[in-house]
């Protein structure tokens, strides 16, 4: 129960890191500093992060990196609108 709750905590807190990013560049309409390579490789990872977390059954994994990958996914969305 407490290693659950320690990887729910760990991964809500690396999650939430990217929410300023995206309200930034949401406001600001530009994602010029933000770097288009790193967001392809960074999602990427995420979502084989996401598949691994499925396969082994780890809730605290699954969850965290499917909204990590939501919000870098909105990053790398707006990067691409915003260009």
Same mark, same amino acid.
């Given at each position: 129960?407490?290693?659950?709750?320690?990887?729910?905590?760990?991964?809500?807190?690396?999650?939430?890191?990217?929410?300023?990013?995206?309200?930034?560049?949401?406001?600001?309409?530009?994602?010029?500093?933000?770097?288009?390579?790193?967001?392809?490789?960074?999602?990427?990872?995420?979502?084989?992060?996401?598949?691994?977390?499925?396969?082994?059954?780890?809730?605290?994994?699954?969850?965290?990196? #499917?909204?990590? #990958?939501?919000?870098?996914?909105?990053?790398?969305?707006?990067?691409?609108?915003?260009?």
């Amino acid at each position: 129960m407490i290693v659950t709750f320690l990887g729910l905590l760990a991964g809500t807190l690396t999650t939430i890191s990217f929410l300023p990013q995206v309200i930034k560049t949401w406001k600001s309409k530009s994602a010029k500093d933000v770097s288009l390579e790193m967001f392809l490789i960074f999602c990427s990872g995420v979502f084989l992060w996401i598949v691994y977390g499925i396969l082994v059954g780890d809730t605290p994994v699954i969850v965290a990196n #499917f909204v990590t #990958f939501i919000l870098a996914s909105t990053i790398l969305w707006l990067k691409l609108k915003y260009r």
